[in-house]
Nanobody
């Protein structure tokens, strides 16, 4: 069973930056390669539904962002390291949430959670004002 493990969350002040990482780990099926999957980042704040943040195509050539993070967040991937990143700049208190990475086997870049079959456990990001 492939596992996605997020890291890099923490408590920061408004205007600061954080970089989240998501790495595949654990006992994987022999042919698991992150480059075979679209990777996405989602977040969920207390009392709210999980929402799309960013996603990146298998090769990294195409990306998608939620309007709320465009120009501030950048998603990238290093397929050789089976790792995807989310660089978050100019953080705002409303960015406070648990951030999850997820993998989708679709060819297109989906922005809906239902199209992602594998999820990490999440990492907390808290932005103080």
């Amino acid at each position: 069973q492939v596992q996605l493990v997020e890291s890099g969350g923490g408590l920061v002040q408004a205007g600061d930056s954080l970089r989240l990482s998501c790495a595949a780990s654990g006992r994987t099926f022999s042919n698991y390669v992150m480059s075979n999957y679209v990777m996405g980042w989602f977040r969920q704040a207390p009392g709210k539904e999980r929402e799309f943040v960013a996603a990146i195509s298998r090769s990294g050539g195409n990306t998608a962002y939620a309007d709320s993070v465009k120009g501030r967040f950048t998603i990238s991937r290093d397929n050789a390291k089976n790792t995807v990143y989310l660089q978050m700049n100019s953080l705002k208190p409303e960015d406070t949430a648990v951030y999850y990475c997820a993998a989708s086997s679709l060819i297109v870049v989906p922005t809906t959670p239902m199209y992602y079959a594998t999820w990490g456990q999440g990492t907390q990001v808290t932005v103080s004002s």
